[in-house]
């Protein structure tokens, strides 16, 4: 997959992603990436991207053209006109089937917006989806550009290794993982951990897998794929929660 990040922090899409899993797939050429700088096809003689918006108000707007310039070099030699990601807190909320859909293109392009706001002609122009990671509102669209293309990455996506980064089974969170030390600040590792016995091991990390859910996202308990045992244990749980209240 070739991702393409029309960005003014190259610097930063460039450092954050050549880290770790998304560095990677990057050395080993499961991906590849371009982060171009927009500010690169500013004609302005001071390289300005920005101006101030139509009609008044606060902030800066981003220029319509400089973007365009940078859109048409990227795009130049692709057979086919590429999806365009405007990463926005405007846009529906990524999730693993977006992923999945993304994950099924050859290239990629994310704009990533700052300042205020990016005139709407150019999204009208380019954009084929507006995406956001959540609602909050943050600086710049970089960070959450990088949020999506390390959850596009081979290997994290959809095959034997996505296990590990799989805070999910059935729907439930992930119980607690305890290493050496068997002590830390008198905070002893579980008695049941270290009894070798895997029966006792296995229906411990389900229930506090079902006690974590419970207390931190009651709202996937609803969707949990459960058995009879897990039931009565919640049905436990549930009493206890209410009787300390
Ligand atoms: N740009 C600013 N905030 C954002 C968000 N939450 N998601 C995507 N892009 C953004």
Redesign the pocket.
Known sequence: MNFHVLTLFPDMIEAGLHTSVTGRALKNGYIHLSAVNIRDYSKDKHKHVDDYPYGGGAGMVMQPEPIYLAYEDVTQNMEKKPRVVY???Q?SVFNQSMAEEFSKEEDLIFLC?HYEGVDERILEEIVTDY????D???T??EL?AMVMVSRLVPGVLNNEESAEFESFHDNLLEHPQYTRPVEFRGRKVPDVLLSGHHGNIDKWRREQSLKRTLERRPDLIETAILSKEDEKYLKKLKKGLHESE
Do not use: A, E, N, R
């Open positions: 990463v926005t807190p846009g917006g995406v956001s990671i959540g909050y509102v943050l710049g669209g959450p």
